[in-house]
């Protein structure tokens, strides 16, 4: 069971860093904090997945973690500030 948790966490590790290098403005301004937060969210993604491709790391909450944020990086089209205003929506309802 533990093999499914860590393939699915590098999976959704995977979809985390790719959609944010991938990440194409067209037109958004350029927020040099945001640009810097998802450098962070890069850097500890790719420090996740080299723990969990050398299998000092690998829990069920951890998966449900790093799919749950990939979802929301895919949803808000890897733009964090979107992502940002997505979460403080979903709070004020």
Same mark, same amino acid.
């Not at 890069?42 to 000092?56: D, M, P, Q, Y």
């Given at each position: 069971?533990?093999?499914?948790?860590?393939?699915?966490?590098v999976?959704?590790?995977?979809v985390?860093?790719?959609?944010?290098?991938?990440?194409?403005?067209?037109?958004?301004?350029?927020?040099?904090?945001?640009?810097?937060?998802?450098?962070?969210?890069?850097?500890?993604?790719?420090?996740?997945?080299?723990?969990?491709?050398? &299998?000092?790391? &690998?829990?069920?909450?951890?998966?449900?973690?790093?799919?749950?944020?990939?979802?929301?990086?895919?949803?808000?089209?890897?733009?964090?500030?979107?992502?940002?205003?997505?979460?403080?929506?979903?709070?004020?309802?």
């Amino acid at each position: 069971m533990m093999i499914i948790a860590q393939v699915l966490a590098v999976v959704a590790t995977l979809v985390i860093i790719v959609r944010l290098l991938t990440f194409r403005r067209r037109g958004c301004r350029h927020r040099p904090a945001v640009a810097f937060a998802a450098w962070g969210v890069i850097a500890i993604s790719t420090a996740t997945l080299e723990r969990l491709l050398t &299998g000092t790391t &690998g829990a069920w909450w951890l998966t449900a973690l790093l799919v749950a944020i990939a979802v929301l990086v895919i949803r808000a089209g890897g733009n964090l500030a979107d992502l940002v205003r997505i979460l403080r929506l979903h709070r004020r309802h």
